[in-house]
């Protein structure tokens, strides 16, 4: 994983089609976030990054990425940052999971299926808690 601010990995097909290598630079134009407060801020705190390394994430085995709001709305590529790189830290789209021990059972069993149910229950019986917690706080500083 990156360690520095200024690191990136990207997908070997990113590498290949932009003819570039490990080691070489690049720079990212990403529009400015808006935060809770209704400030514009830098989603980066280093937009010009060194590729490091490669790297293959399972989400997006095949070549349909999905689609998003910014640019032309295509997803070609993806790439992972430092953490630390982000200046946008209120701001969440997605969040991934990993279910505490769950690889002490088989992904299909029915006894996997009942143990990270057991998780997702928890998770939708907060969830009407935290989304109003979330609209509060939103609204809150929204009229002040």
């Known amino acids: ?69 910014l640019g032309s709305g295509k997803i070609d590529y993806y790439m992972y940052i430092c953490k630390d790189n982000i200046n946008a830290k209120d701001i969440y789209t997605n969040i991934y999971i990993k279910v505490k021990e769950a690889m002490k059972y088989e992904t299909s069993s029915k006894a996997y299926e009942d143990y990270v149910q057991d998780v997702v229950d928890g998770i939708e019986e907060i969830k009407g808690a935290r989304e109003k917690a979330r609209h509060d706080t939103l609204v809150r500083k929204g009229t002040v």
Do not use: H
């Open 1 to 69: 994983m990156p360690e520095k601010e200024t690191e990136c990995l990207v997908e070997s097909s990113f590498l290949k089609v932009n003819k570039k290598q490990i080691g070489d630079k690049i720079i990212l134009d990403i529009e400015k976030q808006t935060n809770d407060d209704g400030e514009e801020i830098e989603y980066l705190k280093e937009k010009e990054l060194t590729i490091v390394g490669t790297v293959q994430n399972p989400l997006y085995i095949s070549k349909d990425r999905g689609t998003s709001s």
